[in-house]
C-alpha cells in the first residue's frame, strides 16, 4: 500500500458493503455486458500429485467429442466423453502444469470445444496466483460460494484478505473467547465474522491458502489504550517530535501511526495480537504489508532508521513464532526487496508504481526479483491498470490488461488483479470499473495458458535472444524491450528446447503498461505470416499456443529446416503467441 486516494471512497461505503455479482446500478454497467458464462470448470483451483479431478461441462457438444489430456504439448492420455462430468487420477509426478481439451476431429480439421488447466503442485507457493477479497459484508453463504467458484475458475491459489481486520495494532475485535461478530473496518465499513470464516471455509474447499493483511508497523489513534507503547514508534525527527504516520481524512476512523518493525517489543506485541487471530480465523499465513521509501526516519532514542533493513528482523520474528504459517510481504516499488527476498518469504510481492512505468521496466522488477531470489522464488505483481479511470465508474480496458498480462505471464511472473472484482486501484474496495464478458472470457484464457505451461513460463530455463523474422514482411519483429510498431521477440533456452514469445505491440499508441485512462488500442490480428528462426541444430518438432487461440491448445507446426534457419507459417497473433522448438 503506497497511498489512498480519497476522491472516490465515499460512494464506495455503500457500493462494496454488499453487492450482487453483477453491478446493474452504477450506469452504464448493465447485467448483459458483464455475465460470464463458464463451461467448463474443476472443482479445485490445485491438486496433488495422484488426487482426483472432478471436472463438470454445463453441456456436452453433438457429436463424438473426446477428453485430451496433455503436458507441454505431448498427449499423456485420451478418452471418449462420456457425459458433462467426469473424473481424471492426475499423475504422481509433482509440479506440474496439463491442459485438458474437449475436441472433435471434423474432416481433417480438429475442433476444440472447451480447454481447462490443471495444476498439481503439493505446495502453491511453487505457483502462485494471487487473488483478494475486500468486502465482508452480511454475505450469504451462496454469495461467497460464488465469488470463490469464479476465482476458481481462474486458478487462484491463494487469496489477501484486505483491510478484513478492525485495528491494524489489534486486528480481532474482541477477545479470543468473545469475538465480536462484526466491526468497523479502517474506513467505518462493517465487517461480519461469519463472512471471513465463510470465506475462508470456501477457498479451503477448493484448495485455496487464504492470507490475512496486516501492516508490518501499523497502530492507530487508540493504541495506547490497547498497550502499545512510545518507545515503540518511528520519528520524522531525532527529537521524537513528530511521529512518522499515514495521514488518512475523515471517514477513516484514525491515521495511521508507524512503529519500527525491528523494535522486539513491538514485534512481541504483534505476535500476540496475531496469534489471537489465528485462534479464531483459519488462517494459512500473513500477507506483510509496508508503505514503501518514508525519507528520514528515527528511532525512539534519536537513531537514524535504515526502514528496509528492519524487514528482515522482522520477517524472521514473524516465521519463527508460527513456523506452519506462510508469509509473504510487499515491496512498495521495490523498496526494500533486496532484504525482503534473502529472508523466510514464501515468494516476492511488488506493488508497481510509476517508477517502473514501461512494459520494459515491469518485466525487469520480475528479472530483479529473480536475481534476488537467485531464481528460487516467484514474483506476483500488484500492479493497478486503467489507474486513474477507476476514480469514476465503467468499463476495464481490455486490451491494456491483456498487453500487461501477456509481459508479466511470459516473463513468468503473476498478477494481482482478480477479486470479488477487477483490482485497478491500490484501495482494493474500489469497484468502479467492472470487465466486459469478452473480457472475464479473456482472462480465463489467460489463466489456462499460465497454468497448463508454467513449467515453461515459470520453471526454469535461462532468458535469451532470438533471431525471428517475418519471410514476407507482414510483421516487425524485434528483440526485448518492446517498441511501438513492432512485435517484441523474448524467451528462454531450455535443455532441450527454446521457448520464444511474441508479443503484439504493432497497434499500441503507448508503451506504459498502467493505460491509466484506458486507452490502449486492441493490436491488429497477424493472420498467416511466414516466420523463419535461426536455430542451433537440427529441430525434430515446432509447436504453438496462444491463450487468444482455441482456449491455448497446442497445435503441431509444419516446418522446414535449411541449416541453422528453420521456417513456418505462424496461424495467428493477437496479443501474445508461444513458440517452442524442440531438438
Known sequence: MKKITFLFLICL???????????????????????????ITTDKSVYKPGETVRFTLKEKPSG??????SHLGKVIKEEELQGTSWSWITPAEDFKGYMVDIYEVDGKEEKIYHTIAVDVSSDWTKFPRYGFLSSYGDLSKTQIGKNIELLNRYHINGVQFYDWMHDHHRPLAGTVDNPLSQWPDLIGRTNYLSTVKSYIDA????????????????????????????EWYIFKDSNRSVKDSHHLDSPFRSSIYLTNPANNAWQNYLIARHNDVYRVFDFDGYHIDQLGNRGAVYDYNGNLLKLEETYASFIAAMKQSRPDKRLVMNAVSQFGQSYISQNEVDFLYTEVWDESKTFGELANVILENNAYSDNKKQTVLAAYVNYAKSSSSGYVNAPGVLLTNAVIFSFGGAHLELGEHYLANEYFPNSNLQMKKELKEALVCYYDFLVAYQNLLRDGGAFASFNVQSDNNQARFENWPASKGAVAVTGKRFTDKEVIHLLNFSNANSMEWRDTNGTQKEPLAIIGTEIKVT??????????????????????LDFTQAGNEVRFTLPSLKYWDMIVIEY
Do not use: Q
Not at 463424438?64 to 489430456?69: A, E, F, G, T
Not at 529441430?539 to 487468444?548: E, G, H, L, N, R
Open 203 to 230: 477457498m479451503h474447499g477448493r484448495g485455496m491458502k487464504a492470507m490475512f493483511y496486516n501492516l508490518a508497523f501499523g497502530a492507530l489513534s487508540n493504541a495506547a489504550a490497547d498497550g502499545v507503547k512510545e
Open 13 to 39: 461505503l455503500t457500493l462494496t458493503s454488499c453487492k450482487d455479482d453483477y453491478d446493474t446500478k452504477n450506469n452504464p454497467i448493465t447485467y448483459g455486458d458483464t455475465y460470464l458464462s463458464v463451461d
Open 535 to 556: 536455430v542451433t541444430r537440427p529441430v525434430k518438432k515446432i509447436w504453438f499456443a496462444s491463450p487468444d487461440i482455441n482456449g491455448g491448445a497446442a497445435r503441431t
Open 64 to 69: 463424438n467429442p473426446k477428453v485430451r489430456y
